[in-house]
């Protein structure tokens, strides 16, 4: 007994890790552990006999246990004191300076969109940027073999080959968040649609990944006189003018009818935008009165409800606002760039206190 309580009291001073002490534990106490294996004879004892090595035995399996738990806390004291050793920090050290954060200016401009709508009480609907075929094109009048499809340049991802099942495809415009908002909250519908989308363009004014708004209204009586006087009020309070013209040309969209595409009249002096005023004008957007055949793609009855939807894109309003001149800086994390362009956090856009100052 002397024998044993020796061997495994000094196997687990020298243990050095857990391992270690783990490999004593079980030699010891495992299920065909030398301790456990004497405990195991105790029936082949006298009762006389066993009534000394009996107690004996479980004192000695205590001790062990102890010895065992004590020696695992040192391991874990010392762990952690190399720890402290290596990871000291001095804290007197002055920190380094680093480069401050700003707004992009597509977030900034996302924001003022959304603040101005939002005060003609249009909240904000989101979608998933990966789309299913159906919300991207079916749902809104566009079926597989319509011209629109291969006109938008659409990004296809195409599934294991074996896989039948028609592609998920990057959504091409944020129409398909109509669909899902109809579905989601039936009539009637006020909301705008912020977010990023995707085309396989790529030059000064194209980008295969850019941000559009997409705005539905859908109530009862609502016309195209409606959507002027949203789109009025949009431009007169983004551009931060008094008037604007707006000019309506008509368009064809699959998904509005009748359609129509927005300019706004502006002049370009020395290459700098003026909105308001001028002999030009500049495309912004593209709308419509919602098209019967996408009401019922989003389980509205197009018998009892009407409205209008538009598509703006944001990094173009984006260009003309800010001035500037390449749509691909926006994308390119250029830190000059950045903070040239960017807005500080605290440059909240909101309608009382100015949009963009
Ligand atoms: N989805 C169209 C585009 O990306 C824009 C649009 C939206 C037109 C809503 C009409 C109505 O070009």
Known sequence: ME???????QAIDIAGDENALEAVRLAALGKKGEVSLKM????????????????????LK???????????????????????????????????ERPAGTIHPISQVTEEVISIFANMDFSVAEGPRVETDWYNFDALNIPSHHPARA??????????????????????HTSPVQIRTMENTGAPVRVICPGGVYRADYDQTHTPMFHQVEGLAIDQSLSMANLKWVLEEFVKTYFEVNDVE???????????EPSAEVDIRCSWDNGQLKVG????????????????????????????????????????????????????????????WLRHYGFTALDQPNLHAGLSR
Not at 64 to 71: D, G, M, R, V
Not at 151 to 172: I, K, Q
Not at 301 to 306: A, E, G, V
Request: charged share 30%; net charge negative.
């Open 40 to 59: 195991r004879e105790l029936g082949q004892m006298s009762p006389e006999e066993r009534q000394v090595a009996g107690p004996a035995l479980n004192d």
């Open 62 to 96: 205590n001790e062990i246990i102890s010895a065992i738990s004590a020696k695992k806390e040192a391991l874990e004291d010392s762990v952690l004191n190399e720890r402290l050793k290596s990871e000291w920090l001095d804290v007197t050290l002055p920190s380094r």
């Open 151 to 172: 006109e938008m340049d659409t990004f296809y991802m195409y599934r294991s080959e074996n896989d039948d099942r028609a592609p998920h495809v990057l959504r091409t």
């Open 246 to 256: 707006l000019r309506f040309r008509a368009s064809h969209f699959p998904f509005t």
């Open 277 to 336: 005023e001028g002999d030009d004008w500049l495309e912004i957007l593209g709308s419509g009165m919602v098209h019967p055949k996408v009401l019922q793609a989003g389980g509205i009855d197009p018998n009892l409800w009407q409205g209008f939807a538009f598509g703006m894109g944001i990094d173009r309003i984006a260009m003309l606002k800010y001035g500037v001149p390449d749509l691909r800086a926006f994308f390119d994390s250029d830190l000059r």
């Open 3 to 9: 024998n044993l309580r020796n061997k495994y009291i």
